[in-house]
């Protein structure tokens, strides 16, 4: 049964080109973890299964940093009518970020970057005054800026949040919560104390991979139930961290269980929250929906 009109958004999917992406977190480290994902994943692989879910439109969120997989993404937005937004990458630290990130706004699909700070050994990062700089210039743009953090990070986003009040600011998938081991204290006191700053969002996504051997509804219940307490449907979005997800369960998989793990919601809430903030966050067009999501089987 569809949930409304409204359309089906998955905010976080990625796809790479195995010979030519910029797959910087890759590392020989990660080599017996990342070796599933080791090929190329095109918007051909993910129609199918977006379809099977009843999903309408999707945002490209950057997995790689290289200029060649911008103008490829842009392209593919181009190409695919349900690929509505794209989240790139540019070095916030480069006095030229402006310039940049001007050159990204021709292309009608670009929505903002992501700062990936997990991916930078100081764990301060996000508190330099050159990262501060260009992310000023990210929100004088009106963009968005998806944060790749984790709860080390976290300190930092309320003085950006106070710094930069009309830019929307997305914590990509809660943040990576420490659900294998458990230890959720720390993560749970840092992210309440994200939610007193209304231009904070925050992207259930990605957690089936954070579960640990046991990727299931239950095993991600607890941080999905904080985060409704703590943010409300209105302040979350849905994506579903494809193929990354893949490391732990198919497509269809993913969604299903992160819609167990959620419980019963209202239509008007589910609605929101799969698809309703994604349009007022990215800035996507609203189009219609053909049906909604697809019941489990």
């Given amino acids: 049964m569809p949930i409304d009109t409204t359309p089906v958004v998955d905010t ?65 937005a181009e190409t695919y009518p349900w690929i509505t937004g794209v989240v790139g990458w ?16 021709q292309h009608p699909s670009f929505r903002g970057v992501r700062a990936t700070a997990e991916n930078v050994p100081d764990p301060d990062w996000l508190a330099r005054p050159s990262v501060r700089r260009g992310i000023r210039a990210v929100a004088e743009r009106g963009l968005t800026l998806d944060l790749l953090v984790r709860t080390e990070h976290l300190p930092h986003v309320p003085r950006l949040a106070e710094e930069n009040p009309d830019l929307r600011l997305v914590v990509d998938h809660l943040a990576k919560p420490p659900i294998a081991s ?32 046991s990727p299931t509804a239950e ?12 943010f409300g449907v209105s302040r979350l979005l849905w ?27 209202a239509e008007r809430d589910r609605a929101a929250l799969f698809g309703g ?3 007022r966050v990215y800035r996507l067009p609203a189009g219609d929906s053909p049906g909604g999501l697809r019941s489990a089987p």
């Fill in 12 to 76: 976080h999917v990625h796809v790479w080109d195995i010979e030519r992406s910029d797959l910087y977190w890759m590392t020989p480290e990660l080599e017996h973890l990342l070796r599933p994902l080791r090929r190329t994943f095109t918007p051909d692989d993910l129609d199918p299964l977006r379809r099977a879910v009843g999903v309408d439109q999707v945002v490209i969120v950057q997995a790689a940093r290289s200029a060649w997989d911008h103008a490829w993404w842009f392209r593919l």
């Fill in 182 to 213: 458990g230890e959720l204290t720390l993560w749970r006191e840092r992210m309440a104390a994200l939610v007193p700053y209304p231009n904070i969002w925050c992207k259930v996504s990605g957690l089936l991979t954070e579960a640990g051997p």
């Fill in 239 to 265: 994506g579903s961290d494809w193929p990354v997800s893949t490391l732990a369960a198919d497509y269809v998989a993913t969604f299903h269980t992160l819609l167990e793990a959620l419980g019963p919601l």
């Fill in 90 to 105: 540019v070095d916030l630290e480069a006095p030229e970020v402006g310039e940049q990130l001007d050159r990204y706004r």
């Fill in 219 to 230: 095993a991600i219940r607890p941080v999905v139930a904080f985060a409704l307490e703590q």
């Fill in 277 to 279: 903030n994604a349009l």
